[in-house]
């Protein structure tokens, strides 16, 4: 019998960093099963169920027998519908050959990463960002160049820290607006100005990635795809699994310049093919059918949203600030490094979080993951009794660290 002496592995999987966010709702899980009250407040998933007019779509897509390959595009109704969702909801003017659709926003991501990057080419993102940009570009041997920002701007970029970071390598900007996982909003006059920036680039594309366009508390979401002299080089990313509460159904679509949607459909042709023909379907109703439940899911984050910020507020030590979107909170914890409860020491955000757990069994994400080793992530994305327990629990625990 031989033994391997090296691993089989690919050094490009044993690299890849895993996503903080699952890990973290593992480790919770794993101490679920072991009989632990665990509240996890790490995934950022709605817990509202799918609207009943979408689900009612996805039985008749079943009934209906829609059960045979799709187009790897996507069937031509929901690219349709994707279109007059542009038009309606953001006043961008698109054809069906521009629209691909993917097994989530995820997978629409990475089709436009691998699709444009070529190794040494850069990409930049503000700090913090959403954990798999990261090790997508890694995956394309691209080079991330992270820009820092600041709590006191809300993490958001200015036009001139991005003008001081491009480089003749540079190739893509990557941002979310409403941001994961700062819960940010970049307003419609702070997107023209990085707009203008990019326009001085030639060789510079943006990805947008919209996936929480519905969850935003400030007037109405603004895509950087609105000014006509940048959007031939907008990838504008969008999905279901936030605004409709569709996380496991996987359906995400992108909207971009003609040459990049049919390389994306190249790309995804050799994985997955298309997406889901139930979620497809069940798609269609949701982009055309009524908003209301969408518009009832807000208004209930923007109520949590407001209870928690005032609890946040009794913890001493946190410096935060009222997120404007997405269902996040991202508070600088960085006055609790350094301490102890006499047993463990926190000597990193990292520590913290899984002291958090294991002291009072409530799941954060460290803000390492997003590229900041000062903040943790809070989910508000769960039930008014569990926010309100949480707290409790992580005020008590953090009162111990002296």
Known sequence: MNTLTATPLSDRIINLTESATLKMAALARALKQEGKDVISLSLGEPDFDTPEHIREAAKKAIDDRYSKYPPVSGYLELREAIVQKFKRDNNLDYTTDQIVVSTGAKQSLANVILAMLNPGDEAIMPIPYWVSYAAQIQLAEGVLVEIPTSIDNEFKLTPKDLEAAITDKTKLLIFSSPCNPTGSVYSKEELKAIAEVVAKHDELYIIADEIYEHITFVGKHESIAQFDFIKDRVITVNGLSKGFAMTGWRLGYLAAP?????????????????????????????????????????????????????????????????????????????????????????????????????????????????????????????????????????????????
């Open 258 to 402: 003609v040459p990049i949607a049919k390389a994306c459909n190249k790309m995804q042709g050799q994985f997955t093919s298309g997406a889901c023909t139930v979620t497809q379907r069940a798609a269609i109703e949701a982009l055309t059918g009524t908003l209301e439940p969408t518009y009832t899911m807000r208004r209930e984050f923007q109520r949590r949203r407001d209870f928690l910020f005032d609890l946040l507020a009794e913890i001493p030590g946190l410096k935060n600030y009222m997120p404007k979107g997405a269902f996040y909170f991202f508070p600088d914890v960085s006055s609790y490094i350094g301490k102890s409860d006499g047993t463990t020491t926190i000597n990193n955000v990292d520590d913290l979080c899984m002291y958090l757990l294991n002291d009072c069994y409530v799941s954060l994400v460290t803000g390492a993951a997003f590229g900041n080793d000062s903040c943790l992530r809070i989910s508000y994305a769960a039930s008014e009794e569990n926010l309100r327990e949480a707290f409790a629990r992580i005020k008590v625990s953090l009162a111990k660290l002296k």
